[in-house]
């Protein structure tokens, strides 16, 4: 079975440690702030301007001041800090953030990225991704691991314009966590009940498929 | 009398001088922070050609999504955009120019044109659309592009609080781009939801000194939220 979204958030919530700054993007990463292992403490940093992002407000606590990076209202955890732009990528592009994951439309085999337009449909704009890949050393990149019609995301080469080049190392979709290494995609872990066969036929770059392949477990 | 009295005491005021194809520079992440009134001077005054410099472009009804419908923009300068259909049509018509510009690069370039920095390298960009055009250059091996500071003819800032001196305090996640902004205009305008007098803001709490702001204003504000997202009472 091809995880969930929730499910995807579960695992990638596994690779979060004491201490971490991270940083989600909009989509499935926001999930993962739900699956936080107990007994580890993270920051969450949102882009424009807060580390220490608490949870959604109770109505009465809605603060048209206090927004995320998907501009929703939220409230600040304990241990907060607020500040400019220029401060919070500075935090970004300086590699100080630990963890960003972020969802994409497409990832290749050097570590290419494409999340942010479709010529001639969507054109909204990059936001802070292609500071985000670029600053960061450690990425999860969230995405399902083939379109609607099963085309795969999981490329030789990617075709739409790239957000950043040659910078994401960890895919997890919803078949499979992905390590990109020395040009090639390398299977990790599969879905529970997904076998490596249909792992490799919705994958169109080259994955390497070593020994036994686990499956993720799921809480 | 004191020269350093910044306070001006009508929007008309405020935004004097503000002609035909000047660049503006404006704070604000999405609805947050963002100078409403002041947005809503130039509509009235009917400005044209104006480059804007702004994160986001506001939607159809609030923010800056007021200057489309009279062609007020030629060009912006965001890093998202096209949370209003308007926007979109004269962006796909090539009524309005579109320079998109990875977040943290826009905030840069404003920071750095404030601060008589010209240009500045940055790994954000290399290998994408962002890079055609600009120089690169290896650093300690690896690559980066350079990326031309930005100022503006006017910036219109949105802040809490204020002295009369323009020495400005921002809240919560609404200081955002602002406080760049602020430093990157050649005449730095600002609103604000109180002015004090000089000396009863702690100077070590001061987020921008007032030698960048020129005119200041007091108003109210709507504060449109754009993604109201609440979790039951009592959870």
New interface residues.
């Given amino acids: 079975m091809a995880l969930s979204r929730d499910q995807i958030a579960q695992r990638v919530a596994q690779e979060l440690q004491d201490g971490y700054y991270v940083n989600l993007g909009i989509g499935i990463p926001t999930l993962v702030a739900n699956f936080v292992p107990k007994g580890i403490d993270v920051m969450l940093q949102?882009?424009?301007?807060?580390l220490g992002m608490g949870?959604?407000?109770?109505?009465?606590m809605?603060?048209?001041?206090?927004?995320?990076a998907?501009?929703?209202?939220?409230t600040?955890a304990t241990g907060a800090s607020?500040?400019?732009?220029?401060e919070?990528?500075a935090m970004?592009?300086g590699g100080h953030v630990d963890l960003t994951v972020l969802g994409a439309f497409e990832v290749d085999v050097n570590g290419?990225i494409a999340s942010y337009?479709i010529p001639g449909k969507l054109?909204?704009?990059?936001?802070?991704?292609?500071?985000l890949v670029?600053?960061a050393d450690n990425i999860i990149v969230t995405m399902t691991h083939a379109s609607k019609h099963g085309e795969s995301k999981l490329l030789s080469n990617c075709t739409l314009?790239?957000?950043?080049?040659?910078c994401i190392k960890k895919v997890l979709t919803d078949l499979a966590f992905i390590e990109i290494k020395a040009g090639k995609f390398h299977l990790l872990e599969r879905a529970p009940g997904v076998s490596v066969e249909d792992i490799i036929k919705l994958t169109e770059g080259e994955l390497v498929v070593e020994g036994d392949i686990p499956e993720m477990e799921l809480g | 009398m004191s020269g350093f009295d910044k306070v001006v005491h009508s929007y008309e005021e405020a935004m004097s001088g503000l002609t035909d194809n000047m660049t503006i520079l404006a704070g604000g992440?999405?609805?947050?922070?963002i100078p409403e009134n002041l947005i809503s001077e130039i509509k009235r005054k009917g400005t044209r050609g104006l480059t804007l410099v702004s994160?986001n472009c506001g939607v159809d009804d609030f923010g800056l999504g007021l200057l489309l419908p009279d062609r007020q923009i030629q060009k912006i300068i965001?890093?998202?955009?096209?949370e209003n259909a308007e926007f979109e049509r004269q962006?796909m018509s090539g009524e309005l120019s579109?320079e998109?510009t990875?977040?943290?690069?826009?905030?840069?370039k404003?920071?750095a044109g404030g601060a008589g920095i010209p240009a500045f390298y940055?790994?954000?960009?290399?290998?994408?659309?962002?890079a055609e055009g600009k120089d690169e250059r290896q650093f300690n091996g690896r690559d980066y592009i350079l990326e031309e500071s930005i100022t503006g003819d006017f910036a219109i800032v949105k802040a809490?609080k204020a002295d009369r001196y323009g020495n400005l305090v921002?809240?919560?996640?609404?200081?955002?781009?602002?406080?760049?902004a602020a430093t990157a205009g050649k005449i730095t305008v600002v609103e604000v939801e109180e002015i004090v007098e000089p000396g009863q803001l702690d100077p070590d709490e001061i987020?921008t000194p007032g030698i960048y702001v020129n005119r200041l204003i007091q108003s109210t504000f709507e504060?449109?939220?754009?993604?109201?997202?609440?979790?039951?009472?009592g959870?």
């Avoid at chain 2, 940055?122 to 962002?130: E, I, K, L, S």
């Avoid at chain 2, 504060?223 to 009472?233: D, F, N, V």
Wanted: hydrophobic fraction near 35%; aromatic fraction near 8%; charged fraction near 20%.
């Fill in positions: 949102s882009e424009n301007g807060l949870a959604f407000p109770t109505e009465e809605v603060d048209a001041d206090l927004i995320n998907g501009k929703q209202t939220v600040m607020i500040f400019d732009s220029a919070s990528f970004i592009r290419n337009m054109i909204k704009g990059m936001g802070g991704a292609m500071d670029a600053g314009p790239l957000t950043g080049r040659g | 992440f999405g609805l947050c922070g994160n965001a890093s998202y955009v096209g962006m579109v998109l990875p977040q943290g690069t826009l905030a840069e404003m920071r940055t790994a954000t960009g290399v290998g994408t659309p962002v809490w921002f809240r919560k996640t609404a200081r955002n781009f602002n406080p760049m987020h504060k449109r939220i754009e993604q109201r997202t609440t979790r039951p009472s959870e």
